[in-house]
């Protein structure tokens, strides 16, 4: 085994086929495919199933390439102590719905680890994506909600990943408004003072089941519904057509500006917003420090 090795099979656990991992890697795929058989040959395990559409992680190879990465990042440490040619390069990867304090926490950590040079990628995307990246390493942290209507579809998708869930914080439903739309000085709202109101949504693409819904209380019916893919579109909607939407309640002035509130919303519902790892693998230091500088962020 070598760490040549270990690169190989993180690199095609990320990109999810050979061929892609193979044109990262800057070697042909046959010679990829063989790097990685006579690998699961010497371990005596499968890492990968093939299939059709690429590959898969087997079970037994999602605690290989947990321990995989730690030799990774611990063979990386020793080069950049004793190997003085090489500059350190960090990676690191987060998926997670549209959280303020996410954001917060990933410059924490940047400005942790950063450096002069870095590979750092955060991905305010889908639903059921944040789950395909963690399960895939593509990301090594994820950050969604479960609530009562969702909890049962969300879980078990998380659970057949081979992924476990820890909470973070439990929330009740706040609405985000502008600071000047005309219920700004209710101390809190209803749906029904809600209603002639535009409602904005994140998109979910082809899994735009109200089980994977970025806000709660999905199933709602509403006159006005608005959708959209990004969080500046998303607020800037919401001040310009005196919109709103629903989520935890934490807020962040330095990104949403101050033009944009948060007022609890009557509902007899919950968010329980976490974190998504992999079952089998210790994360790394920037996982560590990202998973710290989350609670730091975290005032409700």
């Known amino acids: 085994m070598t760490l040549q ?15 892609e991992a193979a044109k990262e890697l800057f070697i042909s795929q046959p010679s990829l495919t063989n790097a990685i058989k006579d690998l699961e040959k010497e371990m ?25 990465r730690q030799v990774l990042e611990q063979a990386d440490l020793l080069e950049e102590k004793y190997l003085h040619t090489k500059e ?5 990867a987060v998926s997670c719905q549209h959280y303020s304090f996410a954001v917060n926490a990933f410059v924490d950590v940047i400005r942790e680890f950063g450096g002069n040079k870095y590979d750092f ?18 990301s090594e942290i994820g950050i969604l909600y479960t609530s009562s209507s969702n909890q049962e579809i969300i879980m078990k998708l998380i659970r057949q990943n081979g992924l476990k869930f820890e909470e973070l914080f439990l929330a009740k439903p706040h609405v985000f408004i502008s600071s000047r739309h005309p219920l700004a000085f209710e101390a809190c709202l209803t749906m029904e003072d809600l209603e002639e109101y535009p409602y904005l949504s994140f998109e979910q693409g082809e899994y735009n089941s109200f089980y994977f819904s970025e806000e709660i209380l999905s199933t709602l019916d509403r006159r006005r ?7 500046a579109t998303l607020f800037n909607l919401v001040i310009g057509l005196n919109g709103y939407t629903v989520s935890s309640g934490v807020i962040s002035p330095e990104l949403n500006g101050e033009n944009i509130i948060a007022k609890p919303l009557l509902v007899d519902e919950y968010m329980r917003i976490g974190t998504i790892t992999q079952k089998n693998m ?3 230091r920037y996982g560590k420090a990202y998973m710290e500088a989350l609670q730091k962020h975290l005032h409700i």
């Open 5 to 19: 090795q270990l690169r190989y099979v993180v690199a095609v656990a990320e990109k999810g086929t050979i061929s």
């Open 44 to 68: 005596q395990i499968t890492i990968f199933n093939r299939t059709n559409k690429g590959v898969v992680i087997s079970s037994e190879g999602d605690v290989f390439l947990g321990y995989a």
């Open 88 to 92: 350190p390069s960090p990676r690191f």
């Open 121 to 138: 990628t955060l991905r305010e995307t889908q639903t059921y994506e944040i789950i395909e990246d963690v399960s895939r390493l593509k």
């Open 225 to 231: 519904n608005i959708k959209v893919r990004d969080r």
């Open 282 to 284: 210790t994360l790394s």
